[in-house]
C-alpha cells in the first residue's frame, strides 16, 4: 500500500512536470503499455480464453549526484484476468561510484552469459510465464534483492553479489496454462522457501577480462536452484507435496568474440546439487554439465541470423535410474536443443521482423516465436506475435505447452 | 650541374599542384574528417526525415579515441538519450587497420552487454541513411582513387577524386568526393549505385573550427532515389579531453559517467 502511494505521487509529480525533466540530474521517465495474450489452441484449465490481458505504466526515476546514483523503476498495471490493480517494484536501487570500484544496493536486474533466451551462467531469477504469455522480453527478467559489488583492478573486472532475500522463478499459473503433473491428485501443496539468513545468502561471483580480443568470463554461485522439487511426505500414500528448492553450487565459463565471419559464444557451468551429489536421491536434481555453442552472423544489410546449440548432460544417471519413481517420466542423459533466431529489419529499421524458435534434438518438441514490431514514432510502437509450442512427449519442457499456443499483441507509448 | 639543379627546382615548384594523387588526396581527407585530434567527443543530433516529412530524431553523445596514427585503429563509445525506447542504450565499437570491427550493445532493460555480428560495414547506423563507414570512416586499402578534375563547392576549392571499391559487396559502384584544398575536408559526396545513377549525395552543410580542427558540423545524407534525408548536427564538440582507455569498457557501457557523456 506504501508502494502504491509512493506510485501515485510519483504519478502526479510526473503530470505536472514537463515532459522530460532533467534538471540537477533528476530524469523521470516510463511508458503506457497494453499486453493482450489470446489462447489460440483452446480454453485455458479455468475455461478463460487469455494468458495475459493488463494496461500498465512504467515510471523510471533517476536522480544522481555523483559518485552516487538512485534509480526507481516502478509499475502499476491492472489486470483483466484477475481483475485487480497492483504495483510492482520492478528496480530500486543507489549506487555508489569510485575510480576502482562500484557498489550496487537493492533490488537490481543482473544478466550474465552468453546465451539468447538460453541461461547456464545466468542463475538470476526468471519469469517463464512472462515469457510464454508474449509479454515485453524484459519482463523475463526479475529483480534480485541484494548488493552488487564491482571491483575494476587492471588485470580484471569483477562481480561479486551477495543475494539474501531468496527468489524463485516464476512459473505460468496452474489456471491460465494446460502444463504436466505428475501427481495431479495431490492438490495440498505447500512451497517452502530458503528462509532469510546469513548461511543462506546466496553469493554469485564473476570475473572478465579480454583474452586475445575474446570476451572470458568465470562465474561461481552458491545458492539455491529457483525451480522446486517436489517431495510427497509419504512415499506409499502421499497426501501432501512440499515444493523445496534445492541447495545448488554452479562453477562456470563462457568466451565470446569474432570467428568465422560471426560472433561465436561458448558457455559451460556445473551444477552440483549439493544434496544429491551420489544422484540417488529421486527428489533431488542429479549433478549436470549445461554448455551452449552459439553463432551469430550478418548475413546482408540489417538482416541477422543467430544459432545454438544447447545440452544438459546428467551426472550418475544409472543411479538417478534405478531410483526414479514410477510417476515420472524418465529423463534422458542428454537433453539438448537448436535455436534459430532470424531478425529483418525494415523502413529504416522501424520495422522488425523476428523469427525465434527451440527445438528439442532429444524430446522432439518446440516452441516458435514469430513476432512483427513496428515504431510507428518515436514514441509509439507495437509488436504482434504468437507463441507456438508442440511436441511427442506430454511431459518435455514444450510438448507439455502443446494446448497453450497463443497470439499476443504489445502497444507501447514511451516517455 | 646547373641543369640538374634547374631540373630540381622544376620538380619542386609546382610541388602544391600536381604532387597529390587520388590516393593522396583521400588519406589527408581521412586524417581530416575521422582522426583529428587524440580524441573527440560530441552531442550530436540525428534528424531522420521521411519523404512524407515524418522526422524521427535520434540524440546521441559520441566519444573517439585514436589509437595511434591517422587511419590506424579507433576506439567508438555512443551513448544514446533519444528516442525514449533507446535511452540510456550504450554502442562501442572497437576499429581495426584491415578487419573487422568488434562491436558491443548495452542493453538497458536486461542489463545485458552483448557483443553483436558486425561483417556489414555498409550497414545502416540506426536506422539513419548514414552507414556504419560513413560515420567512422572506410579503410583506404579497400578504394582505388582517380584524382578526376578540380571544382570548386561554395567558393571553396576542391579536389575531386573517384574512388572505386576493390571488392563488389559494397551497394554503391563508385564515390565521387570534393576534397576542400586548404583543410581536406568533404565538402560533396556523390555515390553511384551499381548501374551507374546517382543514390545517395552526402553534404557537409557547416564547417566550423573547433579548437583549432576544422570541424564538419553540420552534414546532411540524402537518398535521391528515395527520398529519405539524414540531417546530423553536432551541438557541442571538444577535442584532446584526456578521454581514458578505461572508459572503453563493459563497466562504463553499464554506468556511463555524467561528466563524459553530457
Known amino acids: ?415 | 650541374m646547373r641543369k640538374f639543379l634547374l631540373f630540381l627546382a622544376l620538380i619542386l615548384l609546382p610541388l602544391e599542384a600536381y604532387a597529390l594523387s587520388g590516393e593522396e588526396v583521400m588519406k589527408k581527407s581521412q586524417a581530416a574528417f575521422f582522426y583529428p585530434g587524440k580524441d573527440f567527443k560530441a552531442r550530436i543530433i540525428m534528424e531522420l526525415v521521411s519523404k512524407g516529412g515524418q522526422e524521427r530524431i535520434r540524440e546521441m553523445t559520441m566519444l573517439r579515441m585514436n589509437l595511434g596514427e591517422p587511419g590506424g585503429n579507433q576506439k567508438y563509445f555512443i551513448y544514446f538519450f533519444q528516442p525514449a525506447d533507446v535511452k540510456d542504450m550504450t554502442f562501442m565499437v572497437y576499429k581495426y587497420k584491415g578487419r573487422d570491427s568488434d562491436r558491443w550493445l548495452f542493453v538497458p532493460a536486461i542489463n545485458m552487454v552483448r557483443r553483436i555480428a558486425a561483417q556489414d560495414k555498409r550497414s545502416s547506423f540506426v536506422g539513419s541513411d548514414f552507414s556504419y563507414e560513413d560515420v567512422s570512416g572506410r579503410n583506404l586499402e579497400d578504394d582505388t582513387y582517380a584524382l578526376v578534375k578540380e571544382e570548386k563547392v561554395g567558393g571553396r576549392d576542391c579536389y575531386v577524386v573517384k574512388s572505386t571499391p576493390k571488392s563488389g559487396d559494397v551497394e554503391y559502384s563508385y564515390k565521387l568526393s570534393w576534397v576542400d584544398k586548404g583543410n581536406y575536408l568533404p565538402l560533396k559526396e556523390e555515390y553511384y549505385d551499381k548501374k551507374g545513377e546517382l543514390y545517395k549525395v552526402f553534404t557537409a552543410d557547416e564547417v566550423r573550427d573547433v579548437e583549432g580542427f576544422p570541424t564538419v558540423t553540420k552534414r546532411t545524407m540524402k537518398n535521391v532515389q528515395s527520398g529519405h534525408r539524414t540531417e546530423v548536427a553536432y551541438i557541442k564538440s571538444d577535442y584532446n579531453i584526456g578521454i581514458e582507455d578505461s572508459l572503453f569498457s563493459e563497466r562504463f557501457m553499464k554506468q556511463p559517467t555524467k561528466r563524459w557523456i553530457e
Request: aromatic letters at 16%; charged letters at 25%.
Open chain 1, 1 to 415: 500500500m506504501t508502494l502504491a502511494r509512493a506510485f501515485v505521487l510519483a504519478a502526479a509529480l510526473f503530470l505536472l512536470s514537463p515532459a522530460e525533466v532533467r534538471c540537477e540530474g533528476i530524469s523521470i521517465n516510463g511508458f503506457v503499455q497494453g499486453n493482450y495474450s489470446l489462447g489460440t489452441a483452446g480454453s485455458n484449465p479455468d475455461g478463460g480464453d487469455f494468458k495475459w490481458a493488463e494496461e500498465r505504466v512504467q515510471l523510471k526515476f533517476e536522480a544522481s549526484k555523483e559518485p552516487l546514483r538512485l534509480f526507481i523503476k516502478t509499475d502499476a498495471f491492472h489486470d483483466w484476468i484477475d481483475e485487480d490493480f497492483e504495483t510492482e517494484l520492478r528496480e530500486g536501487f543507489v549506487e555508489y561510484v569510485a575510480g576502482k570500484w562500484d557498489v550496487r544496493a537493492g533490488r537490481q536486474i543482473i544478466t550474465w552469459g552468453l546465451g539468447d533466451l538460453i541461461f547456464i551462467n545466468d542463475i538470476f531469477p526468471k519469469d517463464y510465464e512472462a515469457f510464454f504469455s508474449g509479454r515485453p522480453i524484459e519482463y523475463f527478467k526479475k529483480g534480485i534483492d541484494g548488493v552488487k559489488l564491482g571491483l575494476y583492478p587492471t588485470f580484471a573486472s569483477f562481480e561479486l553479489v551477495a543475494v539474501p532475500f531468496f527468489e524463485p522463478n516464476n512459473f505460468p499459473k496452474p489456471e491460465r496454462f494446460h502444463m504436466f503433473d505428475p501427481m495431479p491428485q495431490i492438490t495440498n501443496r505447500e512451497k517452502s522457501e530458503p528462509a532469510t539468513s546469513l548461511e543462506n545468502t546466496e553469493i554469485a561471483v564473476r570475473a572478465y577480462r579480454d583474452i586475445a580480443g575474446y570476451d572470458a568470463s568465470i562465474y561461481f554461485y552458491r545458492g539455491f536452484f529457483r525451480q522446486p522439487s517436489a517431495i510427497p511426505d509419504d512415499l506409499l500414500a502421499p497426501s501432501r507435496l512440499s515444493l523445496v528448492f534445492p541447495e545448488l553450487n554452479v562453477y562456470g565459463a563462457s568466451l565470446q568474440g569474432r570467428a568465422i565471419g560471426g560472433v561465436i559464444s561458448l558457455e559451460g557451468g556445473y551444477y552440483d546439487f549439493r544434496e544429491d551429489r551420489e544422484g540417488d536421491d529421486p527428489f533431488t536434481p542429479n549433478s549436470q554439465t549445461r554448455f551452449l555453442v552459439g553463432y551469430q552472423r550478418q548475413m546482408r544489410q540489417d538482416f541477422t541470423v543467430g544459432l545454438q546449440y544447447y545440452g544438459e548432460y546428467m551426472h550418475d544417471y544409472s543411479e538417478y535410474s534405478d531410483n526414479l519413481l514410477p510417476e515420472f517420466p524418465k529423463e534422458r542423459r542428454l537433453r539438448d536443443l537448436v535455436t534459430v533466431r532470424l531478425t529483418q529489419l525494415l523502413r529504416h529499421q522501424t520495422l522488425r521482423l523476428s523469427f525465434f524458435s527451440f527445438y528439442s534434438l532429444s524430446d522432439g518438441d518446440y516452441m516458435l516465436n514469430p513476432e512483427v514490431k513496428y515504431n510507428f514514432t518515436d514514441n509509439v510502437w507495437a509488436a504482434v506475435g504468437g507463441n507456438i509450442f508442440g511436441g511427442n512427449g506430454r511431459a518435455t519442457q514444450f510438448g507439455q505447452l502443446d494446448e497453450n499456443d497463443n497470439v499476443y499483441v504489445q502497444v507501447r507509448y514511451e516517455f
